[in-house]
């Protein structure tokens, strides 16, 4: 099974910054994207951010301008810088990874980090 490990979450005051990082396991395998998403209490689970194994990036409008997202692709990590941070950036951050198996695209999730922000 391929397993997403995440780290990084915690407690900032508000536009401090904080790093999340993805490790997936099984590197075997080819990952077409690593993604970060969002789910405060009550929420829907949102996008937050997008890499691809060619390095090209996607941002959700809100964070765009102070979240990066980065990645090594030789340890199939992901990374997501998050400056400026805002107490409605609170949420339990989650990473996704899509992975290429043959023809056939899979979905895998982390258990989700908790990054609270402060006023």
């Known amino acids: 099974q391929v397993e997403l490990v995440e780290s990084g979450g915690g407690l900032v005051q508000a536009g401090g910054s904080l790093r999340l990082s993805c490790v997936a396991s099984y590197s075997r395998f080819n990952i077409n994207a690593m993604n970060w998403y969002r789910q405060a209490p009550g929420e829907q689970r949102d996008f937050v951010a997008r890499?691809?194994?060619?390095?090209?990036?996607v941002y959700t409008d809100s964070v765009r301008g102070r979240f990066t997202i980065s990645g090594d692709t030789a340890n199939n990590t992901a990374y997501l810088q998050m400056n400026n941070l805002k107490p409605e950036d609170t949420a339990v951050y989650y990473c996704n990874a899509k992975i290429l198996v043959g023809q056939i695209m899979y979905d895998y999730w982390g258990q989700g980090t908790q990054v609270t922000v402060s006023s």
């Open positions: 890499i691809t194994s060619g390095g090209s990036t």
